[in-house]
């Protein structure tokens, strides 16, 4: 069974920064499409970013771009968001996901390609 376990949330004021960590095991991580979403209390959960299997190419979300950067170290199995000049609208709770499929051409900032998920880690930025 994949297991996907998110830490690193916090709360921190407006300005500052966080990194989440996303610790996978149970598979070949270095195979897997890694996601990261986030659920603000009383919406949908959004996509956040993405980074593609083999520590290929990266997206992020319009809203985060230029401020979040996903990154990936395969000898750990971690995923990581590094979250700079946070904002009041970033608190959500942030959730890794994992694609353990073997499309190679699939909507990775689609909440439905990927197979599991975190539990997530809540994040807070107060003003």
């Known amino acids: 069974q994949v297991l996907l376990v998110e830490s690193g949330g916090g709360l921190v004021q407006a300005g500052g920064s966080l990194r989440l960590s996303c610790a996978a095991s149970?598979?070949?991580?270095?195979?897997?499409?890694m996601g990261w979403f986030r659920q603000v209390p009383g919406k949908e959960r959004d996509f956040v970013a993405y980074?593609?299997?083999?520590?290929?190419?990266?997206y992020y979300a319009d809203s985060v771009k230029g401020r979040f950067t996903v990154s990936r170290d395969n000898a750990k199995n971690t995923v990581y968001l590094q979250m700079n000049s946070l904002k009041p609208e970033d608190t959500a709770v942030y959730y890794c996901?994992?694609?353990?499929?073997?499309?190679?051409?699939?909507?990775?900032?689609?909440?439905?390609?990927?197979?599991?998920w975190g539990q997530g880690t809540q994040v807070t930025v107060s003003s």
């Open positions: 996901a994992a694609d353990t499929g073997f499309s190679l051409h699939i909507p990775l900032q689609a909440e439905s390609t990927y197979d599991y």
């Open positions: 149970g598979g070949t991580f270095s195979s897997w499409n």
């Open positions: 980074i593609r299997r083999s520590a290929g190419t990266t």
